[in-house]
T-cell receptor, first 113, second 116 residues
């Protein structure tokens, strides 16, 4: 079936270290993927996206990697800061009779001082 | 530029009551959608619209109605509230939802609904 899942529900990292959040997707026809950050009491905020014709895309301190062979997506955050504490969601766009964006259940990232 | 605005921020309903959650965007986005988020879970799509006058069902549409009479507004109506509809509701919009020309969703800050 269609699903987007995360390997780790929680992740604790030392401030200054790099964080890696993983995501698996099941629909091989998905061609657009997005990472969102959600802070407490707020709506999800766009971080970075990637299309299926790419395998890597970099932003400011963030990198998304896409491995279509194993249907795996990851978000790398460099030099993690306290402000990075949040829940991170990956999402895939599925095109069918009902085009929709499917979200994973989320990974909570906590930063150790 | 306000982005996506949702009202109210909080609402308490009794079982059987009806209400409308408002959503407005000022970015001239064609695509709008409603999600619900339950504790510890991701977002589930309720209804969406690819343009004024066009709506379609998402993953969990039962108990909700939508309409899209203008590009800016996309209200979500609860017909007869049930405790199972206690959740946080997010409205989101996107400039384009066309394959090969996608743009990311922009979210409002949510409406926290409690049904007793």
């Amino acid at each position: 079936g269609e699903s987007v899942g995360l390997h780790l529900p929680t992740l604790s990292v030392q401030e200054g270290d790099n964080s890696i959040i993983n995501c698996a997707y099941s629909n091989s026809a998905s061609d657009y993927f997005i990472w969102y950050k959600q802070e407490s009491g707020k709506g999800p905020q766009f971080i970075i996206d990637i299309r299926s014709n790419m395998d890597k895309r970099q932003g400011q301190r963030v990198t998304v990697l896409l491995n279509k062979t194993v249907k795996h997506l990851s978000l790398q955050i460099a030099a993690t800061q306290p402000g990075d504490s949040a829940v991170y969601f990956c999402a895939e766009t599925i095109y069918s009779s009902a085009s929709k964006i499917i979200f994973g259940s989320g990974t909570r990232l906590s930063i150790r001082p | 530029n306000a982005g996506v605005t949702q009202t109210p921020k909080f609402q308490v309903l009794k079982t059987g009551q009806s209400m409308t959650l408002q959503c407005a965007q000022d970015m001239n986005h064609e695509y709008m959608s409603w999600y619900r988020q339950d504790p510890g879970m991701g977002l589930r799509l309720i209804h969406y619209s690819v343009g004024a006058g066009i709506t379609d069902q998402g993953e969990v549409p039962n108990g909700y109605n939508v309409s899209r009479s203008t590009t800016e507004d996309f209200p979500l109506r609860l017909l007869s509230a049930a405790p199972s509809q206690t959740s946080v509701y997010f409205c989101a919009s996107s400039y384009s939802f066309l394959r090969g020309n996608n743009s990311p969703l922009h979210f409002g800050n949510g409406t926290r609904l409690t049904v007793t």
